[in-house]
C-alpha cells in the first residue's frame, strides 16, 4: 500500500526564541503545558509575579502566534504533512499522560528505572539524579477529556479545508512508561501487565478516535522505546537482570495493536521508531532493526512505519526484506541531527538500495517497492523538546532540510504531491 505522503516529516519543529523563553518564564517543573500548575509550580509563580503575573497565559499567547507562524510557513511552501510543530508540547509525548485519570506523572529517581535504561544514559553522564515517570494510582485508568482536541481544533482552525485532509498530529504509545520502569505498578492496583496496559491502549485509542470525529485523519504514533530492543549493550544489562525481552516486545505488540484496532479506513496511522533524540546530535541506542523487523512488520497492525536510517547506528536496509507487500516504510534518510545538507543524489541511491531490499524479500522489482512500499523523511523531529536541535540546526537549515526531503521525492516519484 502506498504510503500517503511520499515527502513526510516526523512532527516537531525547532521553536523560535519567543516560544523557548516563554516557557522558561512559565515555571513550568518540566516544561509542559498543563491544564494548571502544581501547588510547587503555583508557589514559584507567585514568586515571579512581578515580572509576570501570568506565566501561563504568556506561554499560550506566545505557543499560539508560533503555531500560526508555523503552519503558514508550511503552506507556503506546501510542505506535506502539515504539523504544528509539536509547539504546544514541552517535550513530543508531553500532555497525554497527564490527562489520564488515576494516573500520576512524577518525578523519579533512577534506581527506580530498569538498570541502563538507554534514555538516562547521556542524564546519567551529566550528573542528573532522575525525571518523571507515570504510575497508575487506581484499579482503572481511563482518558475522561482528550488530551489534545483543543490543540487540534486551534491547528484545525488554521487551515483552508482541502488541507485539513493532509494534516498530522501525534500521539505516545500506551507502553510509553511500563518499558522504563522496575516496577510499573502496585499488585494492589492490577493484577497483571496485560490488565495495565489493556486500560492504556484503550485510552490511546479513545484519544485516536475523538480527533478523528473532529476531522483529524492522519496519526503518528511515536515509540523510540522499540529500537532499545535492537540495542546490543541494553539487551546485554536486561539477560543479567533477569529482564525477559522477547515477553516485554510481546506486551507492547499486543499494546500497540490494541490501540490501533477497527480505527476508520480513511484514517493514516504510523509508528514511529527512532532510536533517540536528545539535543545537540546526542543519540540514545545503537543496532539494526533485523532484531525486531519480522515481528514489527508482520505482527503488528501497523500499515506505516517510520524508521531512522541516516547513519551507521540504524544499521543497513537488511531488515526490510521483512516488509509485506501491502506495507510502507517511510525512510528517514535525511538527519535532523546535524546541520550539514545531504547530497541529493546520494540519497537518491540509498532509496534505491532500500527499495532492492524490500524487492529481495517480497520476489518482486525494484519499481513494485518504489511504487508500493516507500516514501521519505527526516529521521526524527527537529526538537524533539523546547530546547536545542541538532548541532548547527537552525530554523533555516530546518527548512532547507524539509525541502531537500520534498525535492528528493519529486525525483523519485515524479508529481506525486500533485495527485
Given at each position: 500500500?502506498?504510503?500517503p505522503f ?6 516537531s519543529?525547532l521553536?523560535p ?9 512559565s515555571t513550568?517543573?518540566v516544561d509542559?503545558?498543563r491544564?494548571?500548575?502544581?501547588s ?16 501561563l497565559?504568556?506561554?499560550k499567547?506566545a ?14 511552501r ?10 504546544e508540547?514541552?517535550?513530543?509525548y ?12 512524577r518525578?523519579?529517581?533512577f ?21 518523571d515517570?507515570g ?12 488530551a489534545y ?6 491547528f484545525r482552525n488554521?487551515?483552508?479545508?482541502d488541507?485539513?485532509?493532509?494534516a498530522?498530529?501525534?500521539v505516545?504509545?500506551?507502553g ?5 520502569l522496575?516496577q ?8 497483571s ?9 484503550a ?7 475523538t480527533?478523528y ?10 515509540d523510540?522505546?522499540?529500537s ?5 549493550e ?5 539477560k543479567?537482570?533477569g ?8 506486551l ?26 536528545f ?5 540514545l ?5 533485523e ?6 512488520f508482520?505482527e ?6 517510520y524508521?531512522?536510517?541516516?547513519s551507521?547506528r540504524a544499521g543497513?536496509?537488511t531488515?526490510l ?22 547530497d541529493?543524489?546520494?540519497?537518491q ?8 531490499a ?18 521519505v523523511?527526516?529521521?526524527?523531529g527537529?526538537?524533539?523538546?523546547h ?17 531537500l ?15
Amino acid at each position: 500500500m502506498a504510503p500517503p505522503f511520499r515527502a513526510d516529516q516526523v512532527g516537531s519543529l525547532l521553536r523560535p526564541k519567543s516560544l523557548v523563553d516563554a516557557r522558561a518564564n512559565s515555571t513550568l517543573k518540566v516544561d509542559r503545558l498543563r491544564s494548571g500548575p502544581s501547588s510547587h509550580e503555583k508557589g514559584a509563580a507567585a514568586d515571579n509575579n512581578a515580572q509576570d503575573d501570568d506565566p501561563l497565559n504568556a506561554l499560550k499567547t506566545a505557543q499560539d502566534a508560533a503555531i500560526k507562524d508555523v503552519v503558514r510557513e508550511q503552506l507556503d511552501r506546501n510542505i506535506l504533512p502539515v504539523v504544528t510543530g509539536e509547539y504546544e508540547r514541552g517535550i513530543f509525548y508531553g500532555n497525554f499522560f497527564e490527562a489520564l485519570s488515576g494516573f500520576e506523572v512524577r518525578y523519579t529517581p533512577f534506581e527506580d528505572f530498569k538498570k541502563d535504561f538507554p534514555t538516562n544514559r547521556p542524564l546519567l553522564k551529566w550528573g542528573v539524579p532522575g525525571r518523571d515517570a507515570g504510575f497508575p494510582t487506581a484499579q482503572k485508568v481511563t482518558l475522561e477529556k482528550s488530551a489534545y482536541l483543543d490543540d487540534w481544533l486551534f491547528f484545525r482552525n488554521l487551515l483552508p479545508k482541502d488541507q485539513i485532509k493532509n494534516a498530522k498530529m501525534t500521539v505516545p504509545p500506551p507502553g510509553w512508561w511500563h518499558i522504563q520502569l522496575k516496577q510499573t505498578f502496585s499488585p494492589d492496583l492490577f493484577p497483571s501487565d496485560e490488565a495495565l496496559l489493556s486500560d492504556l491502549s484503550a485510552a490511546v485509542r479513545k484519544e485516536i478516535m475523538t480527533l478523528y470525529d473532529h476531522g483529524l485523519r492522519v496519526v503518528q504514533v511515536d515509540d523510540p522505546n522499540l529500537s532499545f530492543f535492537c540495542d546490543e549493550e541494553w539487551i546485554a544489562t536486561c539477560k543479567t537482570e533477569g529482564v525477559d525481552l522477547d515477553r516485554l516486545l510481546e506486551l507492547y505488540i499486543k499494546s500497540h495493536n490494541d490501540a490501533i484496532q477497527d480505527l476508520p479506513s480513511d484514517l493514516h496511522v504510523g509508528v514511529h521508531i527512532c532510536r533517540g533524540n536528545f539535543p545537540n546530535g546526542v543519540g540514545l541506542a545503537s543496532g539494526s532493526y533485523e532484531r525486531i523487523a519480522r515481528k514489527l512488520f508482520n505482527e503488528t497492525a501497523y500499515k506505516l512505519f517510520y524508521l531512522e536510517f541516516d547513519s551507521p547506528r540504524a544499521g543497513d536496509f537488511t531488515p526490510l526484506k521483512h516488509l509485506p507487500v501491502d506495507k510502507a516504510v517511510v525512510l528517514g534518510v535525511v538527519t535532523t541531527k546535524f546541520a550539514e545538507l545531504e547530497d541529493t543524489s546520494e540519497l537518491q541511491k540509498r532509496v534505491y538500495q532500500a527499495a532492492d531490499a524490500i524487492a529481495q524479500g517480497q520476489g518482486r522489482t525494484r519499481e513494485d517497492a518504489l511504487r508500493d512500499n516507500l516514501a521519505v523523511s527526516p529521521q526524527c523531529g527537529f526538537a524533539s523538546d523546547h530546547s536545542e536541535g541538532g548541532v548547527g540546526m537552525s530554523r533555516e537549515r530546518m527548512w532547507e532540510k524539509l525541502e531537500l526531503v520534498k525535492r528528493l521525492s519529486e525525483e523519485i516519484w515524479p508529481g506525486w504531491n500533485k495527485k
